[in-house]
């Protein structure tokens, strides 16, 4: 079957500059970008239940900004003022500067690795007298915890949002010759908004191991996955496929 239209689940790409574009000119693709999940808050009653007293920290852990955007609006709800001697330790520099809309940059409180979290850690792990405050989703990544305890650094870890399905239920899902997943929450979005799917002939890509085990746990057959040594990324994976399947 050759691949025409394409369902990729995440939003539009900003000021349409996509990273699927020279794809799409290439292989005559029709795609449709479109969020199957959304992240809510988990309010302050709920945040309360976990006995969190947020002051009693000295510096916070961001990988995320989503988690920057959900913890000062949960700090607003909880009337919570956040010391100006507060230190902010972040996955990446854009992440970092992310934190200029809540708080003023400065060199000696705001610490940024390269992207993955075992480079913070090596500047976590100069700063041991500090109280961590880990805030992340529901289902957040247990490697992060676990890299904390290991390396003996106190800290709290706080769930104050989580990702619930999109209502997608206006999709023609069937008419798409390949669906795009990104997170296992992808997967579970597609069978709450059309449980009666079948896959019949259509591609599905996954992107991540955990992502990968939801859909074949799901029934689904995977055909292209990434990363991989020799596609890193998604749009190389699936240009991959697309050329492999040229040569059939």
């Known amino acids: 079957m050759k691949v025409k239209y394409v369902l990729i689940s995440q939003p539009p790409p900003e000021n349409d500059k996509s990273p699927y574009a020279d794809l799409i000119d290439e ?18 009653r709920e945040f309360r239940k976990n006995r969190i007293q947020i002051p009693e920290h000295t510096a916070i852990i961001f990988t995320s900004k989503n988690a920057i955007d959900h913890f000062f609006s949960l700090c607003e709800e909880l009337r919570v003022q956040i010391s100006e001697q507060m230190k902010y330790f972040c996955t990446s520099e854009a992440i970092a500067l992310y934190l200029q809309k809540y708080v003023q940059f400065r060199k000696r409180k705001i610490f940024f690795g390269k992207n993955h979290f075992t480079d913070l850690m090596d500047v976590i792990k100069k700063h041991k007298d500090e109280r961590f405050l880990f805030p992340c989703a529901e289902n957040h990544k247990k490697e992060i915890p676990q890299l904390l305890r290991q390396n003996k650094i106190k800290f709290s870890t706080a769930p104050i949002y989580r990702s619930v399905p999109e209502d997608i239920s206006d ?11 990104f997170s296992p929450f992808g997967i579970q979005s597609l069978r709450l908004n059309f449980p009666d799917y079948a896959q019949g002939d259509a591609v599905i890509a996954t992107f991540g191991k955990a992502t990968l085990k939801a859909a074949e746990k799901d029934g689904l057959k995977v055909q292209i996955t990434a990363p ?4 890193p990324s998604m749009v190389m994976a699936i240009q991959e496929f ?5 040569k059939k």
Do not use: D, P, W
């Open 27 to 44: 292989h005559n693709l029709s795609v449709c970008f479109r969020k199957f999940i959304k992240i809510e808050s988990v309010g302050a």
């Open 171 to 181: 999709i023609e899902i069937n008419k798409y010759h390949m669906l795009i997943f």
């Open 228 to 231: 991989t040594k020799t596609a």
């Open 242 to 246: 697309l050329e492999n399947q040229k």
